[in-house]
């Protein structure tokens, strides 16, 4: 099998209890940093916006939430089953579901003014070199100063944090999610990708390597989480 359909096969089984789990994992942190990131989204203005690997698109409603009607917004994941999901929820006039590889938009160059990602980025990272092309497909989709928003869970700076970060990870995510879900790849495969992820200032260098400028980011809660801003 494919990492791709690997990837989009734990999907399909978490996708009924994704933001369940999540919310009793993070102990609801996921839903503050989202709204968080989006409201800083949100206030770079556009009327193109595009949330990839939008899972059940609690971004994407966030974003909504907070848009002019004349704003439109895509919601954009390889996951048929996540998608579903997310629009047995609240349905937005100004909300599209596309379904599509992140890695090969289904959109022209210099296209959106905002592109979010959120807590997906571990997913696009197999390998760096990899990572590195899916930025440079996000970028290549933005127009030139518009802006990529990515929420992501991050690298303590504190050795000690980072260790429990860790072990929190693999000791009760893994174990925990597994329970919850019924899924024990899903949540094998998210204890796996955590400790890997780049720290705030690694992930700053990839995307000003593949075509964004002005980098910033804030961490949250000791650095277990990120948002990076960049502009193209
Ligand atoms: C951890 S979920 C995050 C969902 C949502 N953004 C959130 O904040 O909860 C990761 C999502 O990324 C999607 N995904 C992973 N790799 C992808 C790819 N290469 N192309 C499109 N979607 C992808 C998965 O299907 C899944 O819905």
């Known amino acids: ?61 966030n974003l909504a939430a907070l848009s002019k009607e004349s704003v439109k917004i895509f919601a954009v994941d390889f996951s048929y089953p ?12 100004n909300l599209f579901p596309v379904i599509a590889e992140a890695g090969i938009l289904p959109f022209p160059d210099d296209s ?19 990572l590195e092309s899916y930025m440079e497909e ?8 518009g802006y990529f928003v990515n929420l992501e ?19 009760i995510v893994k174990p925990l999610g597994w329970i919850l879900s019924g899924s024990k790849a899903g949540y094998r495969y998210l204890s796996f990708t955590i400790p890997r ?7 700053a260098q990839i995307l000003c390597q593949t075509g964004f400028s002005e980098v910033e980011y804030q961490r949250f809660f000791l650095g277990i989480s990120a948002i990076h801003v960049a502009k193209k």
């Open 1 to 61: 099998m494919t990492l791709r359909k690997g990837v989009q096969k734990i999907y399909k089984e978490v996708a009924q209890t994704y933001e369940l789990v999540n919310h009793i994992l993070t102990l609801g942190l996921d839903v503050h940093w989202r709204k968080k990131a989006a409201r800083i989204a949100a206030q770079k203005g556009g009327s193109l916006w595009l949330d990839v690997c939008s899972g059940t698109g609690e971004m994407a409603q």
């Open 82 to 93: 996540m998608l579903k999901k997310g629009m047995e929820k609240r349905d937005y006039p």
């Open 112 to 130: 959106f003014d905002l592109l979010t990602i959120s807590f997906a980025t571990r997913n696009l990272n197999p390998r760096k070199e990899i």
């Open 138 to 145: 996000f970028s290549r989709i933005l127009k030139p100063g």
């Open 153 to 171: 869970t991050s690298q303590p700076p504190q050795k000690m944090v980072r260790k429990l970060f860790h072990f929190y990870a693999k000791r």
């Open 197 to 203: 992820f780049y720290d705030p200032d690694e992930f």
